[in-house]
């Protein structure tokens, strides 16, 4: 079965810029997207088909996808965003498959 | 704007069927992809499975024996259920609305409803 992995936490200083890392065999031919989700409530989809944010998501967040990695990058990181993030991708075998959640702490 | 409701029983027993239902509200539940999604307390996100509008399915490879999802359209709603739960079936469940243009990801989710199975 298809597996996405991701750090369990990573730390970034207020107004820094935050990379949290999801990895597969072949990432990079799949599209991957990235959820926000804070204590207690649903997650809320930040990035989509690689690259895409949905409107209303703030331009400090972005992401990319090549080889076995894809990356959401957030830059000027703010104490807002503090939550746990996962990583999803569709696998023709799998389907619909997530990472393990990465906790930034900001 | 789409939005989502879980409901159903809070508690049920082992071996016995968890049962929830999803109504969407503010748009249709046709040409959209619908899925239901698990969040055991304190650890990730799980797919369970998903239904289209016309009542194709695809599941988790690994709950597939045990899970089934349907659609009614006149309703706007979907259901899940899910035989012969155990302990490990304890979650916070969501229904999800799923875009599948190209790869496929969850646009809009319900607020969640937890699920306990204990006796």
């Known amino acids: 079965s298809y597996e996405l992995t991701q750090p369990p936490s990573v730390s970034v200083s207020p107004g820094q810029t935050a990379s949290i890392t999801c990895s597969g065999d072949k990432l990079g031919d799949k599209y991957t997207c990235w959820y926000q989700q804070k204590p207690g409530q649903s997650p809320v989809l930040v990035i989509y088909?690689?690259?895409k944010r949905p409107s209303g998501i703030p331009e400090r967040f972005s992401g990319s996808n090549s080889g076995n990695t894809a990356t959401l990058t957030i830059s000027g990181t703010q104490a807002i965003d503090e939550a746990d993030y996962y990583c999803q991708a569709w696998d023709s075998s799998t389907f619909v498959v997530f990472g393990g959640g990465t906790k930034l702490t900001v | 704007q789409v939005q989502l409701q879980e409901s159903g029983p809070g508690l049920v027993k082992p071996s016995e069927t968890l049962s929830l239902t999803c109504t969407v509200s503010?748009?249709?539940?046709?040409?959209?992809?619908w899925s239901w999604i698990r969040q055991p307390p304190g650890k990730g996100l799980e797919w369970i499975g998903y239904v289209y509008y016309t009542g194709t399915t695809k599941f988790n490879p690994a709950l597939k024996s045990r899970v089934s999802i349907s659609v009614d359209t006149s309703e706007n709603q979907l259901s899940l259920k899910l035989t012969s739960v155990t302990a490990a079936d304890t979650a916070v469940y969501f229904c999800?609305?799923?875009?599948?243009?190209?790869?496929?990801?969850?646009?809009?989710w319900g607020q969640g409803t937890l699920v306990t199975v204990s006796s």
């Open positions: 088909q690689d690259t």
């Open positions: 999800a609305r799923g875009i599948a243009v190209v790869g496929h990801h969850f646009d809009s």
């Open positions: 503010g748009g249709s539940i046709s040409t959209y992809f």
